[in-house]
């Protein structure tokens, strides 16, 4: 609504000298406001759109978002107008109050980019969390946490394996003429195929990990080309076996079950296309009385579909 009233603000003089009644016209002063709110607020309409859009983006894009969130509000706290800083701070301590813990699954999530890995990390936590102490820990938390999932990711792989392999062995046993010679000899490329197979079967805990940690990053040819982190590690499943496997379960987890629209918009559940008519009182009354009904007697709301 503000932004639309800024492309419109030439309108609003001429409408006082048509009409008489108008008495709310803004002041330049009014408009110098208006442009700094919305230049605060467009930073969090494209978060909300990210975040909690029904297109459900995965994990890795929130941890910029939320990190552009703290820049702007810290940065209108110190505004030389004090209308913004009351507004900021205010914004700024329930900000503190909700991320004063590190969120695992964002962060983790943004190591797993490709083009990100370590550094949007260490670059954020510094601006999020401080003092410096703070943020050094919550990095090596993070780290520690990757670290311990990745390896669950590995005993989960080996059990996986052995239980391939033992498969086989007993089909084998079952089936002796298919896999073993007739004259019931193992020959020595058997036994060294069986060691190779086992050798394969236990790959090291943090191999994968280290090396694409230590790789460079993913730069893509173009800021504007879209990038898919899932179609990346889909291409590079054969590299990382285990690594790419935990990428693919973390990164579709959605940060909000709901639309943020829908959350704050009751409107069409409560008001359907019957009762726009219906004046303020007589809605209130129905809502009311139709609350009170179904705790009276113990009935299930119906869920419209």
């Not at 914004?91 to 813990?101: Q, S």
Request: glycine residues 4%; proline residues 5%; contains cysteine.
């Amino acid at each position: 609504m503000l932004s639309a009233a800024l492309k419109f603000k030439i309108v609003f003089p001429p409408y006082k000298k048509r009409e008489p009644h108008y008495t709310y016209e803004p002041s330049q002063e009014d408009w110098e406001k208006v442009e700094k709110v919305c230049q605060l607020l467009e930073v969090f309409n494209l978060a909300t759109h990210v975040i909690s859009s029904s297109d459900y983006p995965t994990t890795n894009l929130y941890l910029p978002k939320v990190w552009r969130v703290k820049q702007v509000v810290d940065k209108a706290a110190e505004d030389e107008d004090y209308f913004m800083r009351e507004m900021a701070v205010a914004m700024k301590v329930k900000f503190d109050k909700y991320w004063g813990e590190c969120n695992l699954l964002i962060a983790i999530a943004s190591v797993l980019d490709p083009r990100c890995k370590l550094y949007v990390v260490n670059y954020c936590f510094p601006l999020i969390y401080k003092p410096e102490y703070v943020a050094k820990e919550n990095v090596d938390m993070v780290m520690t946490s990757l670290e311990m999932l990745y390896e669950e990711y590995v005993q989960l792989s080996k059990e996986e394996t052995f239980a391939s392999i033992s498969g086989e062995v007993d089909n084998s046993g079952n089936n002796s003429s298919s896999n073993v010679p007739s004259s019931g000899l193992v020959t020595g490329f058997d036994q060294i195929m069986s060691i190779v197979r086992e050798k394969q079967a236990i790959p090291p805990m943090k191999y994968e990990l280290e090396v694409y940690l230590e790789e460079g990053l993913c730069i893509p040819d173009s800021i504007t080309n879209s990038f898919s982190a899932l179609e990346w590690w889909k291409n590079n499943s054969l590299k990382y076996k285990i690594l790419s496997k935990m990428t693919t379960d973390i990164l579709p987890i959605p940060i909000s079950t709901v639309a943020s629209e829908s959350t704050f918009s009751a409107g069409g559940r409560v008001i359907d296309e019957f009762r726009l008519r219906l004046n303020e009182e007589s809605i209130a009354a129905l809502v009311c009385g139709g609350d009170w009904l179904h705790n009276k007697y113990n009935l299930e709301k119906i869920q419209k579909v």
